[in-house]
């Protein structure tokens, strides 16, 4: 009776380890896969798309990645149901891990959760590293928000070769958020935004640090002692949005 009553019992013990579940990986579900599809944007060929989970250094190895890219920027992926971290990145040169540094393309992080069974599609968008700001590749961006104007010296003159740059904050002493490519000699400019709001903008030949003698710099005013607000709504492109630049002295 007791051996049989010892046997009955070790059965009902497999059959509970038997029931539980095998560990499953911090943000993931699961129960199946999903295709995550898309474009990576200007720039697209030779870009590599990495996937990150949640809390894992963005500088340090990826989950799984994807390229190079062709020149289309189209890239599909079935991945296991969960939450992710995608960073698309273009190093000038061939250093797998670590900062993205100045030349290098990149985009800034985009969170996907995936659901099984239920195909996912979004476009990435990137910019060059230039110093230690985000200079945007213009119209090729497609950025739904933007900001056009002329870059004209005191006299009127159109200035070749100057930058705007877009600030958050009146005071313009943090880094920007966003730079323009370089004007051309037009004198025009063109600022993609990723988001509307309100900014502060000022042009500058220059990147980094206060403005210095012989550099040429403007702010964005209306005859105002302090610059004066550029504010736009989501999808808006705000026209002559002029700025005029003098030597500093």
Not at 46 to 58: H, I, M, N, V
Not at 223 to 235: D, K
């Amino acid at each position: 009776m007791m051996k049989r009553l010892l046997f009955l019992m070790l059965i009902a013990l497999l059959a509970v380890a038997g029931c539980e579940k095998a560990p499953v990986a911090p943000g993931t579900s699961k129960g199946g896969f999903a295709t995550l599809s898309g474009t990576a944007r200007k720039p697209a060929d030779g870009a590599t798309l990495y996937f990150y989970r949640p809390g894992e250094d963005l500088k340090g190895p990826p989950f799984t990645r994807i390229g190079p890219l062709g020149p289309d920027g189209g890239f599909s992926i079935d991945l296991p149901a969960g939450d992710y971290i995608l960073v698309l990145r273009q190093r000038a040169t061939e250093e797998d891990t670590g900062p993205v540094k100045e030349g290098d393309v990149k985009s800034d992080p985009v969170k996907v959760r995936v659901e099984a069974d239920k195909p996912l599609s979004l476009d990435i968008n990137a910019y060059l590293k230039t110093g230690n700001v985000k200079e945007a590749f213009g119209e090729a961006v497609k950025w739904p928000t933007m900001i056009t104007g002329l870059i004209t010296d005191a006299q009127g003159k159109p200035l070749e070769g100057i930058r705007v740059h877009a600030y958050d904050h009146v005071q313009m002493s943090e880094r920007p958020k966003v730079v323009s490519p370089r004007t051309g000699p037009d004198g025009r400019y063109l600022l993609a935004l990723p988001e509307g709001g309100t900014y502060y903008l000022c042009a500058r030949d220059k990147y980094g640090g206060p403005p210095k003698v012989g550099d040429l710099y403007g702010r964005f005013d209306k005859g105002t002692v302090e610059p004066s607000a550029v504010i736009l709504s989501e999808g808006q492109t705000l026209e002559k949005v002029d700025i005029v630049v003098h030597t500093v002295w």
